[in-house]
């Protein structure tokens, strides 16, 4: 069964350090997302993208925030100079008929 | 407001036993979508079952259903039978408007299911 793939599961890094999170999206699917959840809270939107454009973000998906699809098949979520808030799950998801999949997600550290 | 209303943070439940988590909704919009995701201490989101704002008929995944009162705003997972690898949290989800549109969660409840 076809399933979207995120690496790496778990990233350190210092604080004011750029990191890239990055999702293969189910390969059919034309819509991506990315949430966040921080530890033991609700799962947050951040961004959708579709057709190679942001379709909506959130107020938490600042300057920031980018994200990106380079290739065919991956989808990448970059943060430029990483918080000690910025610790999370990150989540990434692509839409099927109705329901979005979700990736297993990477735990994002910041030290 | 809050969009996802989940007002049981954990709940008990034995084995073999049917279990209803609670999911309360806001919204204005006529058209929108109702999900249940389930997400284990390995921390995945698992899709579960999905209500669509116009079905008529309440929506069943094997042991899973979803009773939807829409008068109510109310879109309860029911689980059946429950088993030990049913341990985990429980999210409700909701989309509005159009079907790609964000999705906004609850809370989450913590199930545990007892021997």
């Known amino acids: 069964e076809p399933e979207v793939t995120q690496t790496p599961s778990h990233q350190v890094t210092q604080m004011g350090q750029e990191v890239i999170l990055r999702c293969v999206p189910i390969s059919n699917h034309l819509y991506f997302y990315w949430y966040r959840q921080i530890l033991g809270q609700k799962v947050e939107f951040l961004v959708s993208?579709?057709?190679?454009?942001?379709?909506?973000k959130s107020e938490i998906f600042d300057d920031q925030f980018s994200v990106e699809r380079p290739d065919g098949s991956n989808f990448t979520l970059k943060i430029r100079s990483t918080k000690l808030e910025d610790s999370a799950m990150y989540f990434c998801a692509s839409k099927g008929q109705y329901e979005q999949y979700f990736g297993p997600g990477t735990r994002l550290t910041v030290t | 407001a809050q969009k996802i209303t989940q007002t049981q943070p954990g709940m008990f439940v034995q084995e073999k036993e049917a279990v209803t988590l609670d999911c309360t909704y806001d919204?204005?919009?006529?058209?929108?979508?109702l999900f249940w995701y389930k997400q284990p201490s390995s921390g995945e989101m698992i899709f579960l079952i999905y209500?669509?704002?116009?079905?008529?008929q309440n929506a069943t995944e094997g042991r899973y259903s979803l009773n939807f009162q829409k008068a109510r705003k109310s879109a309860n997972l029911v689980i059946s039978a429950s088993q030990l690898g049913d341990s985990a949290m429980y999210f409700c989800?909701?989309?509005?408007?159009?079907?790609?549109?964000?999705?906004?969660f609850g809370s989450g409840t913590k199930l545990n299911v007892k021997p």
């Open positions: 919204t204005s919009d006529p058209s929108y979508g």
């Open positions: 989800a909701m989309r509005e408007g159009y079907n790609f549109n964000k999705f906004y």
């Open positions: 993208f579709y057709n190679n454009e942001i379709s909506e």
């Open positions: 209500q669509g704002s116009y079905d008529q």
